[in-house]
């Protein structure tokens, strides 16, 4: 059976084969480009953290190729090396999200098809943790199910846990820890059924 804790090795296991499949159509550029606008300038060029990077193709290098600085976040080796070879260039991090301190912050922060694998405990718990890494005014993305609930879908074969916590108590932790929100799309028929919140930091130190 497919846990929280064991969804790192699964991936270990089958996202080369996945990411060889990945659809590349890039149905996520329109919302790319909402947080890409979202995000303020650092020094004239915007940095993203990307939480559950995966091998980088296609939402990595998207960023990338428009001059946005990289820093991919994921727990998967397998993934990673992946990345490091799709983005040179970029900043590859072999790394948990969950209890996540890199001590920097960045324009944007973006956890796509990645953040639903916690459990509902760790996502509340990552709250924070984005908080910690967002510049003043920072864009943050991420994807959830449209309803509170756990469901274990399948990749590659392998069976895969995902769980989201309502749309008021997602919303009550971005309020909580700095974020107003800026969209939250349930289920966009015209980005793959997706889910998808975008919201802004805002310091208390400013």
């Not at 509170?148 to 069976?159: L, S, T, W």
């Not at 919303?171 to 799309?185: C, D, P, Q, V």
Request: net charge negative.
């Amino acid at each position: 059976m497919s846990t929280p804790e064991n969804i790192l090795a699964t991936y270990d296991r089958v996202g080369p084969a996945w990411a060889q499949r990945r659809d590349r159509r890039l149905q996520e550029r329109k919302w790319l480009d909402k947080m890409i606008s979202a995000a303020p300038h650092h020094q004239g060029r915007r940095r993203v953290l990307d939480l559950g990077c995966g091998a980088g193709r296609p939402i990595a290098e998207y960023l990338a190729d428009r001059g946005i600085a990289v820093t991919g976040v994921d727990g998967a080796q397998s993934m990673i090396a992946l990345f490091r070879s799709v983005l040179p260039q970029q900043t590859a991090i072999h790394r948990d999200m969950r209890g996540l301190s890199l001590g920097q912050t960045y324009d944007a922060i973006l956890a796509w098809d990645s953040f639903f694998h916690l459990s509902p405990a760790d996502q509340r718990a990552m709250f924070p943790v984005f908080a910690a890494h967002a510049a003043d005014n920072a864009a943050l993305m991420f994807t959830s199910g449209p309803y509170e609930g756990v469901e274990i879908g399948e990749v590659e074969g392998e069976a895969v846990y995902h769980a989201s916590l309502s749309p008021d108590e997602y919303r009550a932790l971005l309020s909580e820890n700095g974020f107003t929100e800026l969209a939250f799309a349930p289920e966009d028929a015209d980005c793959g059924g997706r889910t998808i919140w975008l919201a802004r930091y805002k310091s208390t130190d400013h």
